[in-house]
């Protein structure tokens, strides 16, 4: 069963390298309006690409990326930098 379940991330992995960001979290940091289009967003595509960019307000980028997951229900299937892909069944 956890062979399957690395599987499966290893595919959503591979399919999340062609995507581009779709969401962009700015100087306003995480709002209400970006968790609403986030939700929306999973909800419609199930696999999507978020970027964190430079003016974010946010020392805590991993904190930023659990809160987003929590919110959202999704699971993390990468991270880099601060890029990174959510998935949700």
């Known amino acids: ?18 995507l581009q960001p779709v969401l962009r979290l700015g100087k306003n940091g995480l709002t209400d309006n970006t968790m609403d289009e986030a939700k929306k967003l999973l909800k419609k595509r199930k696999l999507i690409k978020i970027k964190i ?7 805590d980028k991993n904190g930023l990326i659990e809160e987003i997951i929590k919110k959202t229900g999704s ?15």
């Open 75 to 89: 699971e993390l299937i990468s991270k880099t930098g601060n890029v990174f892909v959510l998935w949700k069944k």
């Open 53 to 59: 960019l430079n003016n974010c307000p946010t020392e």
């Open 1 to 18: 069963m956890q062979d399957k379940i690395k599987m499966d991330k290893k595919e959503l992995k591979s399919k999340a390298t062609l």
